[in-house]
């Protein structure tokens, strides 16, 4: 049976030679005569399993020890919560930075809240006019240098990636374009598009990403911590959320999700395989052009966000006549082209074009896109 291109946004997109080769060792790891999923998290089998994507993950990301990579569960949302339970007491008062340009940022900035002090320092929530055109809110990004961020705060925190609106960074600030010192620190949600584009950890006081979109599967989530800002949990932070717990332990102060883990392994091998980062980033960038070039050239369809922070990776798109969206869907699955139903709050349709989304589906989704149009406008 073929399978379809999938575009979900996540869980999403799995590579085929991953789903392939954890097929062919589910019974048998390596001659062990187990599954990873039947394996003590402290066994040796194990213990190289997820010691070795700890550094194959360092090695794609080019960090330095300086980092600690940790994996940590309940998802980004859970995370967003335990961001601020580490981190915002380390400079005494409990008081942190938030930019919001979407939902995600959104739902940070709220979790955030219930542990001190959270300044919103800049918002795209707003209507503003861009190179000539309106942009609704949350299409756009507001500029470094118009964030106002509090010299005392104990971190900034920002969505490098909004999934549901396709708002990406194309950089990530420095310090000096903040006009902030190094004490406060970055803290990147990368979700969505970790993986898919060099990004300069180096940059940052941490990254954090779900692994359900460009790492691997749901259950797992990568954190990529300055070990310098670890140690200031609040003492409300429960034990296996601690970094100064998790760190230590390489991700095993308690049992972690282990074949989560070995997935992302196996994905991180992939990456490894194909050229590293910097080799995927080509092909997101042709699968991006192909797909944005083609909505930018008709009027049939439209993306309505600033051209310069389109996402690579989320692309939202509507049809100029709704009442064809559930004609175009029910065409789409039937041309073996799947998961293009857009977010409930935004309506439309949403292709994830994830790393394990190749450049072949974006042609398919585009040809189909045509011959819609051709048939219906
Ligand atoms: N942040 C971003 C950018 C996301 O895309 C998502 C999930 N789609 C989340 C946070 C929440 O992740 P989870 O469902 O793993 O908690």
């Known amino acids: 049976m073929a399978r379809p291109w999938n575009f979900s946004a996540g869980p999403s997109a799995l590579p085929e030679a991953v789903l392939q080769q954890a ?68 400079r005494g008062r409990a008081a942190a930075d938030y930019v ?25 929530g707003s209507e503003v006019e861009l190179d000539g055109q309106l942009q609704k809110p949350w299409t756009w990004v507001p500029p470094v240098e118009t964030w106002k961020v509090r010299q005392d705060a104990a971190y900034l925190h920002f969505c490098s990636n909004e999934t549901v609106g396709g708002v990406e960074f194309s950089d990530w600030p420095t310090a000096d374009r903040l006009g902030v010192s190094d004490d406060v620190p970055l803290v990147v949600d990368a979700s969505s598009h970790f993986l898919s584009r060099q990004l300069d950890v180096s940059r940052t006081g941490m990254v954090y990403a779900g692994a359900q979109k ?17 140690g200031h949990a609040l003492p409300v932070c429960p034990s296996a959320f601690d970094y100064a717990n998790v760190a230590p332990e390489h991700s095993r102060f308690n049992t972690p999700p282990t074949y989560a883990i070995y997935v992302a392994g196996l994905v991180f091998k992939w990456i490894k395989a194909q050229g590293g980062v910097a080799a995927l980033e080509q092909r997101n960038i042709s699968k991006a052009q192909l797909l944005y070039g083609y909505l930018d050239r008709t009027n049939f369809y439209r993306n309505p966000i600033h051209a310069p922070v389109r996402s690579r990776m989320n692309v939202p798109f509507v049809l100029h006549d709704e009442s064809l969206n559930d004609a175009f869907l029910k065409g789409a ?34 040809a189909y896109m045509q011959d819609f149009e051709r048939r219906h406008g």
């Open 23 to 90: 097929a062919a060792e589910m019974l048998d790891w390596h001659g062990s005569g187990m599954s990873v999923m039947e394996m003590s998290h402290r066994g040796k089998q194990f213990v190289q399993i997820c010691d070795e994507a700890e550094q194959d993950l360092r090695d794609l990301l080019g960090v330095s020890d300086d980092y600690a990579i940790l994996f940590m569960q309940g998802g980004a949302t859970a995370e967003n919560a335990i961001v601020p339970m580490n981190l915002i007491g380390r």
């Open 100 to 124: 919001l340009t979407g939902q995600w940022s959104v739902k940070s900035h709220k979790e955030a809240a219930k542990y001190g002090d959270i300044h919103v320092a800049a918002t795209s």
């Open 214 to 230: 460009n790492a691997g599967p749901a259950g797992v989530t990568v954190v990529v911590i300055r070990r310098d800002l670890i």
């Open 333 to 366: 699955d039937q041309a073996g082209l799947t998961q293009l139903k857009g977010h409930k709050s935004v309506g439309g349709m949403r292709a994830s074009i994830y790393n394990a989304v190749p450049l072949e589906a974006v042609q398919s989704l585009v």
